[in-house]
């Protein structure tokens, strides 16, 4: 299975990793997911988000998600994008990837690792008024 990380502070350019996208002909679903920083958190209006992260470990821990994913499903790539530092509203802070033979495969690969992501990377966030 083809992996792809970053964990950065540079704006997410979702056409530009699409046209980046390098699948072998062998699957026949792409499911691409955009996490948008929305207006509201916690009943209370926001101007955007502060991401911060122990780098170390949320790599590792993706990393581990990644090697998980690919014995549940029968994945060809995996690629993942998400924000540290100030993210507005509007803007994505996380971007994923994940192609397979069939859609049902990519559409519960994604799921699952987005869910599993949220409980176990160390990324934090903390809203900005």
């Known amino acids: ?25 062998a699957s026949g679903a792409a499911v691409c997911f955009s996490g948008m920083v929305r207006r509201v958190e916690s009943n209370a209006a926001i101007s955007g988000l502060e991401y911060e992260a122990f780098q170390r470990m949320a790599e590792h821990q993706f990393n581990l ?15 993942l994008v998400h924000r540290v530092g100030m993210v507005k509203v509007n803007q994505p802070s996380i971007w994923v990837e994940v192609l397979a033979p069939h ?11 987005i869910d599993e992501l949220k409980r176990v990377v160390p990324i934090w966030k903390k809203p900005i008024v």
């Not at 299975?1 to 002909?25: F, H, N, V, W």
């Open 1 to 25: 299975m083809q992996r792809y990380l970053l964990i950065t502070t540079e704006p997410i350019d979702e056409a530009a990793l699409l046209a980046q996208r390098k699948g072998s002909g």
């Open 65 to 79: 998600l990644f090697d998980e994913l690919g014995k549940r499903w029968p994945i060809e790539s995996v690629r």
């Open 103 to 113: 859609r049902q495969e990519a559409f519960a690969a994604c799921q699952w690792l």
